[in-house]
Nanobody
Framework: QVQLVESGGGLAQAGGPLILSCAASGRTIELNVMAWFRQAPGKGREFVANIIRSSGNTSYADSVKGRFTISRDNAINTVYLQMNSLKSEDTAIYYC????????????????WGQGTQVTVSS
């Protein structure tokens, strides 16, 4: 079993920062790739970023490139999403996801998901 628990969401000011955390537990060997997705009200789920835990390789959606940074601390099985220069359109529920080997942006391929954390950006 794998458990993913997100934290750090809340209300942020436009232009400001916020950092999200995703703590993994259980069979973390299944989580070589970790990702963040988001879902805004009335919209579909959107890929944000992912990271290969072993190598540190990352990829980002164009909409967040240069503003968001994904990182990991393998010692404590935690992945972070540092969000800077926040915009109102970043308002969404943010989900952490994990995969043993898939390093892509398709959410339906990630087998492990957290419950999500709400991020609201006020202008």
């Amino acid at each position: 079993q794998v458990q993913l628990v997100e934290s750090g969401g809340g209300l942020a000011q436009a232009g400001g920062p916020l950092i999200l955390s995703c703590a993994a537990s259980g069979r973390t060997i299944e989580l070589n790739v970790m990702a963040w997705f988001r879902q805004a009200p009335g919209k579909g789920r959107e890929f944000v970023a992912n990271i290969i835990r072993s190598s540190g390789n990352t990829s980002y959606a164009d909409s967040v490139k240069g503003r968001f940074t994904i990182s990991r601390d393998n010692a404590i099985n935690t992945v972070y999403l540092q969000m800077n220069s926040l915009k109102s359109e970043d308002t969404a529920i943010y989900y952490c996801a994990g995969s043993r080997s898939y390093y892509g942006s398709r959410g339906d391929v990630y087998p492990y998901w957290g419950q999500g954390t709400q991020v609201t950006v006020s202008s």
